[in-house]
Structures are given as structure tokens and as C-alpha cells.
């Protein structure tokens, strides 16, 4: 069936770092790839996503890059700052009117 | 726009009842999904509904059940409900699904379920 891994489950940067995610897809009809932010006790937020056509796309501290031959595709974060942390979702969607979310990668940012 | 709404945002059950979660997607928005989500497993897909379709299913039980009225409002049922079923479900909703066509899908609040 289809999946969608994600690592790692958690990461812990000094702030000003970059924090890099990585996920990887199962099903290559999928053609739709977001990431989700959630904080403890909200709803998920979608942060920034990325469709089969472009390879990578940015928004300002924010990246994704999508490699459809190796089925991967990646979120980083550049300077991070406390704010940030949170757990990080990444997933896939694709005609099988189907979300598959990652794990999870609890980002932790030290001031 | 009035986001996406959960009725009740918490319930505590015991084994063996049943429950109905509401939702309520973005005006404008037909296809409405839903999640479980437990610390332990991360998000998982239940099912996904378009027009008063469910067009796809996630690997649960026949317990879990949905349905989707003509004004996109979607309802879950869990019959029979275990312990094991806690957790904090939430729906999402958007525009289009599936094809081409994919868009951003935006998450209720959630609600939360514990069965004692």
C-alpha cells in the first residue's frame, strides 16, 4: 500500500541553524506533496507545498525540494529561530483522492 | 472565510457506545477528509468524501463510518468504541481533489476522544 517515511522522528538545532527533512514516497502516481506545521495543542498548518511539476519552490526561510525519479522529497528550514519548533508532517497526495502523512519530525530550536 | 469547524471539540465515551463527530469544511469546499491522529501513529487517513461520495477508505475497521450531506458537512460515526480508539480526530477540507487538480487542504481544530 502506499507510504510515506520520514526522518528523522526528531531534531534538535542551535538557533540560526538550518534543519533539514527528508520523506519518501511509495506511490508514484502521487503528484501533490505538502508539509504541515502543528504546535502542541493546534490544528495542523500547511506551511508549504510543492506539485510534481517543479522541483523545488521557496517562501522566504522556507524550501522543498522534490525528486520524482527517487521518490523524495525534502523541507528546509534556513535560520531557524524558537518559533519553529514544533513537529513537522510532510505527505503525499495522489489521484486516489488520498492523503498519507509522514511520522512526524518533532523539531526542537535551542535559543 | 469561517475556517473549518469540529463538534464537540472533546468526549469521553466508555466501550461499547457509540459517537458522531461533525464537521464543518470552508464554504465553498466539497471534499472533506478525515484523520485519527494518536502520538503513536502519527496521522492516518480514514476517508475522504466529495459530493456525498466517499471516494476512498483507510485501513480501519467497518466500526469507523462516514457520510456527507449536500451542503459538504460530513459526520464520522464509531460504533462499538475501544479503548484503543482515543485519540483526536480531525477533518480537513478543500476545494478540488484528486487529478490534476490538487489543492491545499485546511484542518479543523480536532476533536478529541477518550473511551474509558
Known amino acids: 500500500g502506499e507510504n510515506v517515511e520520514q526522518h528523522p522522528s526528531t531534531l534538535s538545532v542551535q538557533e540560526g541553524d538550518s534543519a533539514v527533512i527528508k520523506c519518501t514516497y511509495s506511490?508514484?502516481?502521487?503528484?501533490?506533496f505538502p508539509w504541515y506545521k502543528q504546535e502542541l495543542g493546534k490544528r495542523p498548518q500547511l506551511i508549504i507545498d510543492?506539485?510534481?511539476?517543479?522541483g523545488e519552490k521557496k517562501d522566504q526561510r522556507i524550501a522543498v525540494t522534490l525528486n520524482k525519479t527517487a521518490k523524495h522529497f525534502s523541507l528546509h528550514i534556513t535560520e531557524t529561530q524558537p518559533e519553529d519548533s514544533a513537529v513537522y508532517f510532510c505527505?503525499?497526495?495522489?489521484?486516489?483522492?488520498?492523503?498519507?502523512f509522514g511520522a512526524g519530525t518533532r523539531l526542537f530550536v535551542k535559543a | 472565510k469561517a475556517g473549518v469547524t469540529q463538534t464537540p471539540r472533546y468526549l469521553i465515551k466508555t466501550r461499547g457506545q457509540q459517537v458522531t463527530l461533525s464537521c464543518s469544511p470552508i464554504?465553498?469546499?466539497?471534499?472533506v477528509s478525515w484523520y485519527q491522529q494518536t502520538p503513536g501513529q502519527g496521522l492516518q487517513f480514514l476517508f475522504e468524501?466529495?459530493?456525498?461520495?466517499?471516494?476512498n477508505k483507510g485501513n480501519f475497521p467497518g466500526r469507523f463510518s462516514g457520510r456527507q450531506f449536500s451542503n459538504s458537512r460530513s459526520e464520522m460515526n464509531v460504533s462499538t468504541l475501544e479503548l484503543g480508539d482515543s485519540a483526536l480526530y480531525l477533518c480537513?477540507?478543500?476545494?478540488?481533489?484528486?487529478?490534476?487538480?490538487?489543492?491545499?487542504?485546511?484542518f479543523g481544530p480536532g476533536t478529541r476522544l477518550l473511551v474509558l
Open positions: 506511490d508514484s502516481a502521487s503528484n501533490y
Open positions: 480537513a477540507s478543500s476545494r478540488l481533489a484528486g487529478g490534476p487538480f490538487q489543492e491545499t487542504q485546511y
Open positions: 468524501y466529495f459530493s456525498e461520495t466517499q471516494r
Open positions: 505527505a503525499a497526495r495522489g489521484g486516489g483522492f488520498k492523503t498519507i
Open positions: 464554504s465553498g469546499h466539497r471534499s
Open positions: 510543492i506539485r510534481s511539476n517543479v
